[in-house]
C-alpha cells in the first residue's frame, strides 16, 4: 500500500529524511503538499514565495518519476480524505517546531492513528532536535553562548543523497492547479520586482552554498557587518522553505573549518543561532505571541500600527538613513541584511517606543526568508523583552551604526533616491514596488527625522528608568 509523503518546509530530494525513509520501503510514494491552515496564515512574501518553491519542488519530483499532489483544505480533512482515496496505510511529514505547526501536526496524527493510519513525524528540519539539549540541571538553554557550547562538539550524522527514483503509486489521486491557488495575490508589493532578487528551488540552494564555501566563507566575519557588501550566504530564503537542509549547510561549513577558512566559525555559529530560535520556541512557544520576559506586558509600548511613526518606519521614511534605507531593501527584495535588522528593530521598539509585535508582523509579510522561531526571536532580542536579550538601556545609534558599517554610504545611496541627481536604479525600483496608497516620489525631499536619535534615546531610557517592573 502507498506511503503519503506530506511536504511543508522541506522542498528537497536531498537530504530528506523521510522522503529516504519512505524511498528505502520500496513501496508506492505519493507526495503531497497542503495549502492548509498555517499557509493560509502566512503574510504577502512568504506565501508568494512559497508557491515559487513549490512549482520548482514539483519539477524537482517530476525528475525522478514521482509527482507532487495539491490540496487545500485544513490539513485533517485533506490528509484523511486522501488516505481514504489511495488506500495508504502510511502518513510521514518533517518535524516542525513552532506553535502553529505542532498543534496541526498533533491533531493530524491523532486523528489518522486514531483511523488506524501509522502517521507520523521525522527530524529533518534542524540539527540538534530541542528536547535532546539539556543544561546540567536539565532544563533548556535560555543564552546562547551555553547552548553553542553544549551542541558544538556533537556529532551531526551525514547527509543523505537523493533518491534516483521514487515508485509512483498505481494511479495519481487528483490534484490541484498551483495558479489557482493564486499564492501571489496579496503581493501588491510589486511581485515582478521582488521576483528579481530571490533564488528558488534545491538546485539553486546547492549552488549557492557551493560558491559561498568556495569563495565566501572565509571573508565571512570581515565582511557580513558590512550591509553594502554581498558578504553573508544568502541561503536564508532556501532553509526557510527547507530547499537546502541544515545539514548540509553545516557540513559545508565544518569542512570550511577544517580547511582553514578563517570565517567559517563565524557562520556555523550562525547557523547554532538558527538552533537556538528553534529551541527557545519549543520550550517556550510564547516567544512568538508575548513578551518573554512576562515583566515587559507592563512597559507602555504603543501598539498601534496606524500611527504615523509606524507608517513612516514601513514607508523607508522616517528620516533616519540607515533605518530607511534597510526598510526599502526589504520592499523590494524581500530581504534584509542582518546589520539592519537589528538597527530598523532597534529604531521601532527603542526611539519610536513601538511594541516589537508590529515590527515582527510587518517582517512576516515582507521577508521571503521569514521564518517562525528566528523572526520572533530576532525581535524580542532586539526589543530586550526577550531571552539573551539586548538590554533595552543599550540603544544603538543609528547615525553612528551607519557611520561604522556604511562608511561610504554605498547601501544608503543604493536605497534612497531623494536628493540624488542619477539615483541608483535600486532606489528607484522602491518608487516603482511601492502600492498606490502610499503616495511618494524619488522628487520628494528626505524627510526631517521622524524622531531623532538624542530624543528617542531619552525618551526611551526615561520610560525604562520609571518603569514599575
Ligand atoms: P548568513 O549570515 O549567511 O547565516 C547563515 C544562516 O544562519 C542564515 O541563512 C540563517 O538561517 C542562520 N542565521 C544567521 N543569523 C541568524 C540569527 N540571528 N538568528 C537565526 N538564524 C540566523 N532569519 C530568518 O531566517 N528569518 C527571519 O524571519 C528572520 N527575522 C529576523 C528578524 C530580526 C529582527 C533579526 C534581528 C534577525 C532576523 N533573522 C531572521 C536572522 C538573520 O537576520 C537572517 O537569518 C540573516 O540575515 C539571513 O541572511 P543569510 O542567509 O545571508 O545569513
Redesign the pocket.
Same mark, same amino acid.
Given at each position: 500500500s502507498p506511503i503519503i509523503l506530506w511536504f511543508s518546509r522541506d522542498l528537497r530530494l536531498s537530504d530528506h529524511p523521510a522522503l529516504d525513509r519512505a524511498a528505502a520501503t520500496g513501496r508506492p510514494v505519493i507526495p503531497v503538499f497542503v495549502h492548509d491552515e498555517v499557509v493560509e496564515g502566512h503574510g504577502a512574501a512568504p506565501k508568494w514565495r512559497l508557491g515559487l518553491g513549490v512549482r520548482s519542488f514539483a519539477e524537482r519530483l517530476e525528475g525522478i518519476g514521482s509527482r507532487l499532489i495539491l490540496r487545500r483544505g485544513e490539513a485533517v480533512k485533506v490528509l484523511q480524505q486522501l488516505v481514504d482515496e489511495s488506500g495508504a496505510t502510511t502518513v510521514w511529514w518533517t518535524r516542525a517546531y513552532d506553535p502553529d505547526s505542532i498543534r496541526r501536526d498533533e491533531g493530524v496524527k491523532s486523528a489518522l492513528t486514531g483511523q488506524g493510519t501509522e502517521a507520523g513525524s521525522v527530524p529533518g528540519h534542524i540539527l540538534f532536535e530541542p528536547w535532546t539539549v539539556e543544561t546540567q540541571q536539565g532544563g533548556f538553554y535560555k543564552v546562547y553562548t551555553p547552548y553553542k557550547r553544549a551542541v558544538w562538539d556533537r556529532e551531526v550524522s551525514p547527509t543523505l543523497s537523493a533518491p534516483s527514483e521514487l515508485r509512483p503509486p498505481d494511479s495519481w489521486p487528483d490534484s490541484d492547479d498551483l495558479e489557482d491557488w493564486q499564492m501571489g495575490a496579496a503581493m501588491d508589493r510589486g511581485a515582478k520586482i521582488v521576483a528579481g532578487f530571490v533564488n528558488v528551488g534545491e538546485e539553486a540552494a546547492q549552488q549557492r552554498l557551493a560558491a559561498?564555501a568556495r569563495d565566501g566563507i572565509a571573508d565571512?566575519d570581515d565582511l +557580513?557587518d558590512l550591509p553594502a557588501k554581498d558578504g553573508?550566504?544568502? &541561503?536564508?530564503?532556501n &532553509?526557510?522553505y527547507g530547499e537546502i537542509s541544515a545539514r548540509a549547510?553545516y557540513h559545508a561549513g565544518m569542512r570550511a573549518i577544517d580547511d582553514g577558512k578563517a570565517g567559517a566559525t563565524a !557562520?556555523v555559529e550562525? &547557523?547554532i543561532?538558527?538552533e537556538? /530560535?528553534y529551541h527557545l520556541v519549543y520550550h517556550t512557544p510564547r516567544l512568538v505571541s508575548g513578551n518573554w520576559r512576562e515583566d515587559w506586558d507592563k512597559f507602555p509600548w504603543n501598539e498601534d500600527e496606524r500611527v504615523a511613526e509606524v507608517k513612516a518606519w514601513k514607508q523607508g521614511r522616517t528620516g533616519i538613513r540607515f533605518v530607511d534605507a534597510a526598510m526599502r531593501e526589504m520592499y523590494v527584495t524581500g +530581504?534584509?541584511?542582518?546589520r539592519s535588522?537589528?538597527v530598523v /528593530?532597534s529604531y521601532l521598539t527603542k526611539h519610536l517606543m513601538c511594541h516589537w509585535k508590529i515590527?515582527m508582523k510587518w517582517?512576516?509579510d515582507c &521577508?521571503v526568508? !521569514?521564518?517562525p522561531a528566528?523572526?520572533a526571536?530576532?525581535?524580542q532580542?532586539?526589543a530586550g523583552s526577550g531571552p539573551d536579550a539586548t538590554p533595552y538601556f543599550r540603544v544603538f545609534n543609528p547615525v553612528t551604526q551607519l557611520d561604522k558599517f556604511d562608511k561610504n554610504r554605498a547601501y544608503a545611496d543604493r536605497w534612497i533616491a531623494e536628493g540624488k541627481s542619477d539615483p541608483h536604479p535600486d532606489a528607484l525600483k522602491y518608487f516603482e514596488a511601492i502600492p498606490r496608497r502610499w503616495p511618494m516620489s524619488p522628487d520628494d525631499d528626505y524627510p526631517e527625522p521622524v524622531v531623532s536619535h538624542k530624543e528617542g534615546r531619552e525618551r526611551a531610557l526615561e520610560t525604562y528608568q520609571n518603569r514599575d517592573f
Amino acid at each position: 500500500s502507498p506511503i503519503i509523503l506530506w511536504f511543508s518546509r522541506d522542498l528537497r530530494l536531498s537530504d530528506h529524511p523521510a522522503l529516504d525513509r519512505a524511498a528505502a520501503t520500496g513501496r508506492p510514494v505519493i507526495p503531497v503538499f497542503v495549502h492548509d491552515e498555517v499557509v493560509e496564515g502566512h503574510g504577502a512574501a512568504p506565501k508568494w514565495r512559497l508557491g515559487l518553491g513549490v512549482r520548482s519542488f514539483a519539477e524537482r519530483l517530476e525528475g525522478i518519476g514521482s509527482r507532487l499532489i495539491l490540496r487545500r483544505g485544513e490539513a485533517v480533512k485533506v490528509l484523511q480524505q486522501l488516505v481514504d482515496e489511495s488506500g495508504a496505510t502510511t502518513v510521514w511529514w518533517t518535524r516542525a517546531y513552532d506553535p502553529d505547526s505542532i498543534r496541526r501536526d498533533e491533531g493530524v496524527k491523532s486523528a489518522l492513528t486514531g483511523q488506524g493510519t501509522e502517521a507520523g513525524s521525522v527530524p529533518g528540519h534542524i540539527l540538534f532536535e530541542p528536547w535532546t539539549v539539556e543544561t546540567q540541571q536539565g532544563g533548556f538553554y535560555k543564552v546562547y553562548t551555553p547552548y553553542k557550547r553544549a551542541v558544538w562538539d556533537r556529532e551531526v550524522s551525514p547527509t543523505l543523497s537523493a533518491p534516483s527514483e521514487l515508485r509512483p503509486p498505481d494511479s495519481w489521486p487528483d490534484s490541484d492547479d498551483l495558479e489557482d491557488w493564486q499564492m501571489g495575490a496579496a503581493m501588491d508589493r510589486g511581485a515582478k520586482i521582488v521576483a528579481g532578487f530571490v533564488n528558488v528551488g534545491e538546485e539553486a540552494a546547492q549552488q549557492r552554498l557551493a560558491a559561498f564555501a568556495r569563495d565566501g566563507i572565509a571573508d565571512y566575519d570581515d565582511l +557580513r557587518d558590512l550591509p553594502a557588501k554581498d558578504g553573508t550566504s544568502n &541561503l536564508s530564503e532556501n &532553509l526557510t522553505y527547507g530547499e537546502i537542509s541544515a545539514r548540509a549547510c553545516y557540513h559545508a561549513g565544518m569542512r570550511a573549518i577544517d580547511d582553514g577558512k578563517a570565517g567559517a566559525t563565524a !557562520w556555523v555559529e550562525e &547557523l547554532i543561532w538558527r538552533e537556538f /530560535a528553534y529551541h527557545l520556541v519549543y520550550h517556550t512557544p510564547r516567544l512568538v505571541s508575548g513578551n518573554w520576559r512576562e515583566d515587559w506586558d507592563k512597559f507602555p509600548w504603543n501598539e498601534d500600527e496606524r500611527v504615523a511613526e509606524v507608517k513612516a518606519w514601513k514607508q523607508g521614511r522616517t528620516g533616519i538613513r540607515f533605518v530607511d534605507a534597510a526598510m526599502r531593501e526589504m520592499y523590494v527584495t524581500g +530581504r534584509m541584511h542582518n546589520r539592519s535588522r537589528m538597527v530598523v /528593530a532597534s529604531y521601532l521598539t527603542k526611539h519610536l517606543m513601538c511594541h516589537w509585535k508590529i515590527g515582527m508582523k510587518w517582517f512576516e509579510d515582507c &521577508l521571503v526568508d !521569514w521564518d517562525p522561531a528566528s523572526n520572533a526571536m530576532g525581535w524580542q532580542w532586539s526589543a530586550g523583552s526577550g531571552p539573551d536579550a539586548t538590554p533595552y538601556f543599550r540603544v544603538f545609534n543609528p547615525v553612528t551604526q551607519l557611520d561604522k558599517f556604511d562608511k561610504n554610504r554605498a547601501y544608503a545611496d543604493r536605497w534612497i533616491a531623494e536628493g540624488k541627481s542619477d539615483p541608483h536604479p535600486d532606489a528607484l525600483k522602491y518608487f516603482e514596488a511601492i502600492p498606490r496608497r502610499w503616495p511618494m516620489s524619488p522628487d520628494d525631499d528626505y524627510p526631517e527625522p521622524v524622531v531623532s536619535h538624542k530624543e528617542g534615546r531619552e525618551r526611551a531610557l526615561e520610560t525604562y528608568q520609571n518603569r514599575d517592573f
